[in-house]
């Protein structure tokens, strides 16, 4: 970024060791979507860059340098100390920025997975009680659809039809009718009302989720089918 522009908010979606003392940071930000950059001196208590952990909310002006920027100012905003008081919640955050992060591009505008995850974060930080798998597959639902690639849940892919009994589900495209199933192997067979909630979720406010009842890792299927490979910190999550 050039010195004239002003500082760009950013949340820590991960974090590396690098060199003696540096730290490599990956940012999500609205305006330009990941961004990779060097905190120099950042495990060094002194720095005022210690304290980037992951989640944290910052605003960042960085030196651009080939991939890797040089962070050269960091003004924390929102430290977000509670996600990282519970294991539960803690691991939650990590498979939400890295879910984020998967979908996000690097150097493209990407405002809406941003603020999905900055909402997220948010939401992870002031809870009290646990939280459902509900919120984990209303997340997924999002991060699909801003991605674009959010198969049909609530209705029929081929005819737009209304969802029966036996309703057939394929990763890439989404529901069908056994009678307008396309022509694609490892179609799986669900339950209707398993999709209609995945899609409830997907459209509403996710902290509407937070409660929500227990509902199938069916979406955590496509995040894999569509990436092409799984995510890590999904393991760590005790889904229900
Ligand atoms: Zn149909």
Redesign the pocket.
């Given at each position: 970024m050039s010195p004239e522009e002003p500082p760009e908010p950013a949340i820590v979606i991960a974090r590396y060791d690098h060199g003696e003392s540096d730290r490599i940071l990956r940012l999500l930000t609205p305006s330009r979507g990941k961004v990779g950059v060097i905190a120099p001196r950042a495990r060094s208590p002194k720095s005022p860059y210690s304290g980037l952990d992951l989640g944290v909310g910052l605003r960042a002006r960085w030196r651009e340098r080939g991939e890797l920027g040089r962070l050269t100012e960091a003004e924390v905003v929102d430290p977000r100390a509670r996600l990282r008081e519970s294991y539960e919640r803690l691991a939650v955050a990590s498979y939400c920025l890295e879910l984020v992060g998967a979908f996000s591009r690097e150097g493209q505008p990407e405002p809406k997975l941003y603020g999905l995850a900055e909402m997220a974060l948010v939401l992870l930080d002031g809870l009290d009680g646990g939280f459902e798998s509900a919120f984990v597959a209303a997340l997924e639902g999002k991060v699909l659809s801003f991605a674009g690639l959010c198969p049909r849940l609530g209705s029929?892919a081929?005819?737009g039809?209304a969802l029966e009994e036996a309703t057939l589900f394929s990763l890439q495209s989404g529901a069908?009718?056994r009678?307008?199933a396309p022509d694609e192997e490892g179609l799986l067979v669900v339950d209707p009302e398993t999709l209609r909630r995945l899609e409830d979720l997907r459209r509403a406010p996710l902290r509407e989720a937070i409660a929500g009842e227990a509902v199938e890792d069916l979406l955590y299927r496509v995040v894999v089918f569509q990436l092409g490979r799984p995510l890590r910190s999904r393991a760590l999550l005790d889904v229900r």
């Open positions: 029929c081929r005819c039809g069908s009718h009678r307008c």
